[in-house]
């Protein structure tokens, strides 16, 4: 520490560039402090750097490094910590995340100890070095950082304790949702709607959640005990009822269920099984060599739909596109909402089949397909729809939202059911199958742009640009941290980077290789990446414009 402080202090005054020589390692009392990374500007993104604390100084309490639930839920609360200790100093900034509990790199266990990733701006006056003040920073403020997260003195371990155990519950409850027979979970009393569209805490004064008492099931968590809540079962779920009465917001918090919340957000009981993907309709999307024809059996003039690319897809073909690769990477169940959803995907009435005849009509509704997914291909849906009864026949269990509290009506739907008919006729023209399997080039999937420059940039979870792409990223609503989406940024060129030219199963391809540790993911000490789920990788890769798909080997017997 005394070589960085004369280090510091021998440049003030000098020119912005002299804090390059800052790179390195320096020990300190009780941690090791790296500089990865030294800006180059006052204007350019922050330094990097490192803090390691051994164990025996850090000494963390008893089960905050295993399991791996409860060692990502320590690394979790220390970043959060980090965070807070550092909340009046705004040039020492790490990432430490919202309302869900993310496996990140800002805090990792390793052999040595505790690391933890964050950033310093160094200060200047205009383009000249700040000695001085750089050392306060580095040698005075930031060391009081570290040892308010690390040190058991000010640590607060019933916190850290507290924290583990509701995301070990969380782990625990979506780990048994399979056996129960269920695809989601919504504890009793949850608060299910957020405060806005940019603020994920929860809504103040909302009306807490309770189950209807025929759907009500109990779950045991390791720590909390038995917990009772909805149980939405494995095959196809309706969930109606009027405007504005929380249909949405249900399926919202249940789309979030694969991820872990903080204690208090609400959502810290609600779980989906971890392969849930939400599908929806974005016209303008591309879609690449995909197997479209089980819902869209032919396009004008006859162009076959077995391998089908577009730079522009329509409403209902981006949605049969989500639909076949949310198959393709075994997504199980599926969501969907009519407020995102097409219309002409969804549904096609008695009146309109009596009007526009079947071979005018390259689409099969997903009502006409839906009761095959789980039987077939064994995959659940839940769908949100108050504006059609078409699909009571089809569902097992209907949920109606009354007052933003459930009741189960499937009784009802299903009496609705027989006695009204619907009078329309089933369109499938063949059985279901899965989609066709791709092989994706990856040579086509290079973040280096036209004039060679490598680029990847981030807008929050909005846009991600790649190369010369740039990939729209509004419709991925189970994206929710930046940091995934710089994850995935990194991890997309993973397979032609490791020498392989054309990758036959890409889901299986990146399954094995988002479960390596974050040393071999990453090639710099980078701390602002969250490990993505696959669901998202693939959604990433499938709407890069530049990706080259062409279709694999036909399944024998088609
Ligand atoms: P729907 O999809 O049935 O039309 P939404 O789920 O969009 O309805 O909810 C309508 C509004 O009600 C939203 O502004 C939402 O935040 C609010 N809301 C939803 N659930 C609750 C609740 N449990 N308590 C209070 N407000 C809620
Ligand atoms: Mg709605």
Redesign the pocket.
């Known amino acids: 520490m005394k070589r960085l402080q004369s280090l510091l202090l021998g440049i003030d005054g000098k020119g912005y560039k002299a804090y390059r020589q800052l790179t390195g390692t320096y020990r300190f009392d009780d941690f090791r402090l790296q500089v990865d990374h030294v800006q180059g500007d006052p204007f350019a993104s922050p330094s990097r750097m490192r803090a390691v604390m051994p164990w025996s100084e850090a000494g963390l309490p008893d089960g905050a490094r295993e399991p791996a639930s409860r060692e990502r839920a320590a690394r979790d609360w220390l970043g959060r910590a980090f965070r807070e200790a550092a909340r009046e100093t705004p040039d020492i900034r790490i990432d430490a995340g919202g309302q869900t509990v993310l496996d990140r790199t800002a805090v990792l266990f390793t052999g040595d100890g505790v690391e933890l990733r964050f950033t310093v701006n160094l200060p200047a006056k205009g383009r000249t070095i700040l000695g001085k003040t750089a050392r306060d920073l580095l040698c005075r403020t930031l060391p009081r950082i570290v040892r308010a997260t690390l040190r058991p003195e000010y640590r607060d371990d019933d916190a850290l304790r507290g924290h583990c155990d509701t995301v070990e519950d969380q782990g625990a409850l979506r780990s048994s949702l399979a056996e129960a027979g269920l695809v989601a979970f919504v504890a009793d009393d949850s608060?299910?709607?957020?405060r806005s569209g940019v603020d994920d805490r929860p809504?103040e004064?909302?009306?807490?959640?309770r189950a209807p008492e025929s759907l009500r099931v109990t779950l045991d968590a390791p720590n909390a005990g038995a917990i009772a809540g909805l149980g939405i079962p494995a095959g196809i779920t309706l969930v109606v009822?009027?405007?504005?009465?929380?249909?949405?917001?249900?399926l919202s918090a249940v789309q979030n269920g694969v991820y872990d919340h903080l204690p208090g957000d609400g959502r810290d009981r609600v779980v989906a099984r971890d392969e849930a993907v939400k599908l929806r309709a974005e016209d303008g999307r591309a879609v690449h060599a995909m197997d479209l024809s089980p819902f869209i059996k032919e396009l004008p003039f006859g162009k076959s739909t077995r391998a089908f690319s577009t730079a522009l897809a329509s409403g209902s073909t981006s949605q049969a596109a989500a639909l076949q690769e949310a198959l393709e990477l075994g997504a199980d169940p599926l969501l969907v909402d009519e407020?995102t959803s097409a219309t002409n995907f969804m549904i096609r009435d008695a009146r309109m089949q009596a009007l526009v005849a079947r071979e005018e009509e390259p689409i099969t509704p997903f009502v006409d397909r839906i009761a095959e997914l789980r039987d077939r291909l064994g995959v659940s849906t839940i769908l949100?729809m108050?504006g059609s009864g078409d699909y009571f026949g089809a569902a097992d269990t209907v949920i109606q939202?009354h007052d933003?509290q459930p009741r189960d009506v499937t009784a009802e739907a299903h009496r609705i059911a027989r006695e009204y008919d619907t009078a329309r006729h089933m369109e499938a023209p063949e059985p279901l199958r899965a989609p066709r399997p791709r092989v994706l080039a990856t040579r086509s999937v290079d973040p280096a742009g036209k004039r060679g420059k490598r680029r990847v940039k981030v807008r929050g979870v909005e846009s991600l640009e790649f190369g010369d792409d740039v990939v729209d990223l509004r419709a991925l609503e189970q994206l929710v941290d930046p940091s995934q989406v710089r994850a995935i940024g990194l991890l997309l060129p993973a397979a032609g980077a490791a020498g392989v030219a054309d990758v036959d199963d890409v889901p299986a391809w990146f399954r094995a290789h988002l479960q390596r540790p974050w040393e071999e993911l990453t090639g710099r000490p980078d701390g602002d990446l969250v490990r993505p789920r696959l669901a998202e990788v693939m959604a990433v890769l499938n709407r890069l414009r530049s990706a080259r798909f062409r279709p694999g080997a036909t399944p024998p017997g088609e």
Request: hydrophobic share 45%; no cysteine.
């Open positions: 608060i299910l709607p957020r809504l004064e909302a009306v807490a959640f009822g009027g405007g504005f009465h929380g249909k949405s917001t249900l407020d949100v108050g939202m933003y």
